[in-house]
């Protein structure tokens, strides 16, 4: 059995376009992790937030809640460079 990435969305509505991002990586204790969005019926996360169609979309948060953000990119390493987490090469 998997695990959920993210809490289910609370919407009377429809689904909401995304997910909020919120915090900064440089003055976060801790470590971010960087994970591919799983996809549930198309353009959906497992939380039930509408992302669209597109290239892969990847997810860094710390371990502490305090930072989150989102990412379009093909690989993690390329969403890593693209948050600023690691220096390109």
């Known amino acids: 059995m998997s695990?959920?990435?993210?809490?289910l969305v609370n919407c009377?509505?429809?689904a909401?376009?995304?997910r909020c991002t919120y915090g900064n990586p440089e003055v976060i204790e801790g470590k971010v992790h960087?994970?591919?969005v799983r996809f549930?019926?198309?353009d959906y996360?497992?939380?039930g937030?509408?992302?669209g169609a597109g290239m892969p979309l990847y997810c860094a948060r710390d371990d502490g809640n305090h930072y989150r953000d989102f990412i379009r990119a093909y690989s993690r390493k390329e969403?890593?460079?693209k948050l600023g987490l690691i220096k390109e090469k």
């Open 45 to 47: 996360d497992d939380g």
């Open 3 to 7: 695990y959920r990435q993210f809490n």
């Open 49 to 51: 937030a509408y992302w």
């Open 12 to 14: 009377q509505y429809g």
């Open 34 to 36: 960087v994970f591919k």
């Open 16 to 18: 909401p376009m995304g």
């Open 40 to 42: 549930v019926d198309g």
């Open 79 to 81: 969403a890593m460079q």
